[in-house]
Every structure is written in C-alpha cells, then in structure tokens.
C-alpha cells in the first residue's frame, strides 16, 4: 500500500468514526429543557483549617503554632433543585449536610511539646450557584460552577481549647459532567469552597483554667477550605 493511499484509509476511518460519533443514539433527549428538576447527591469530603499563626510569645512567654498534619474523610448528603435559564445556564439550590471532623495539632516551638484538638463538625450548607455547561457530546456534557453558600456548624461545642465560630461564608468552584443514563443523569462532580471570614472564636469567657487562653491568643486568623467530591442524580 502507497504512502498516499495508508493516509487516504486513515482519513476516512476517522471520518467515518467522528460520524459514527455524531450518529449516536442520545439518551434523556429532552431532559435539560425542563423548567425546574429536583434531585439528591452523596460524596465525600475533606475539611481543611488554613492558620495565620502570630508567632510571638503569649502572656506566659510561650510560642504555639498550629496544623492540622493529616486529614479524615467526612460524608455529605445533600438535595438539589435546579432551574433552566438558557441552554447552557442553570440556577441551583443545593443544601447539604456534611459530617466530618478535623484534627489539630499544637505544637509548642521550644520543646516537643503537643496539644490535640479533635473538633466534629455538622455543616448545614445552603449554596446558591450558577451552572455553565459546555455543547452535549452524545451522552456526555461536561460543566463548571461557582456560587456562593452560607453554612452553619449545628455540632455541639464542648470546651474545647482552640474553638471555630458556628458561621461562615464559602466561595465556591467546581467542574464535573453530566452522565446520561437511560433513566437518569449522573453527575460526578468535585468542588472546592473557600471560606471568606475568620472562623476564630476570640471570646472564651468558658474556659475553666486561664492557661488555655496561650492557644487560642497564639493565633491571629484560622480560615477554613472544603474539597468534595459528590455524585449526583438527577
């Protein structure tokens, strides 16, 4: 076989198969036009604490940083209500529930010293975004999304020496695509939200024994992050 001849074949067996492609039967033909359709999602997630630490002596003389030095993968559930703008946009309303925790380790600059802080959270989100999604490929339509959720922590505060504020505000971004099966969309997606406000809890008239003021003074600002991957179905 020529030269000319192999590319001629493998020109038209690209041809043919890009056609192929194109020719595919479509799944759910009608399902994104719909005015408004509900849903549920499950996943997982991690949650992650960024500290500004003061690095400069306490009261006492003493220097604490902290990290959290490993990370424990929660669960999130959540339901999903979404609106059709135009062909490529949607409005959704997602609230969720994430449980999970996160470990903090204080370490004191001067010695070995360590101090352990478990907190549970039970994360009540309530996030408002918009939905791009790119042309329908067959049955695959891939996505990005940003928006915004207020989110409250509904776990129950112990005494707890270093402690985070119920509320924050998350930016959040995200990218997944829409799965189109013979009954219903299924829609990986992974995520990530950035906390906007100061989550530390400067106030802490509780706390029984005044050297555990060092911790929470050792700190100037605590931020909190959250990446989750969730499957939804739609």
């Known amino acids: 076989m020529s030269k000319r001849s192999l590319i001629f074949s493998l020109l038209l067996f690209f041809t043919l198969g890009v056609q192929a492609q194109r ?16 849903g549920f999602s499950i996943g997982t997630h991690v949650q992650d604490l960024r500290f500004v630490n003061r ?4 009261d006492n003389g003493e220097t604490w940083y902290a990290e959290i030095p490993s990370f424990s993968p929660g669960f999130n559930v959540g339901l999903v209500s979404d609106l059709y703008l135009c062909e ?58 940003a928006g915004i959720s207020p989110t409250l922590d ?18 959040e971004i995200g990218f ?36 555990d003021y060092k911790y929470t003074q050792s700190q100037k600002k605590i931020t909190s992050q959250i990446v989750v991957l969730s499957f939804y179905f739609e």
């Open 23 to 38: 020719n595919k039967v479509q799944r759910l033909p009608y399902i994104d036009q719909r005015l408004l359709h509900f």
């Open 55 to 58: 690095g400069e002596p306490g």
């Open 88 to 145: 490529y946009l949607n409005l959704r309303f997602c609230p969720t529930m994430y449980f999970g925790n996160k470990t903090i380790e204080m370490r004191k600059n001067t010695s070995d010293e360590r101090k352990i802080v478990d907190i549970k959270s039970n994360y009540l989100s309530l996030p408002i975004s918009i939905k791009y999604g790119a042309k329908r490929l067959n049955n695959y339509r891939p996505y990005i999304t």
């Open 154 to 171: 509904l776990a129950k505060k112990k005494n707890d020496i270093l402690r985070l504020k119920p509320y924050d505000t998350y930016l």
């Open 176 to 211: 997944g695509c829409d799965i189109y099966l013979p009954f219903f969309k299924l829609i990986p997606e992974l995520k990530f939200c950035f906390g906007l406000g100061n989550m530390l809890e400067k106030k802490r008239n509780d706390l029984q024994d005044p050297l």
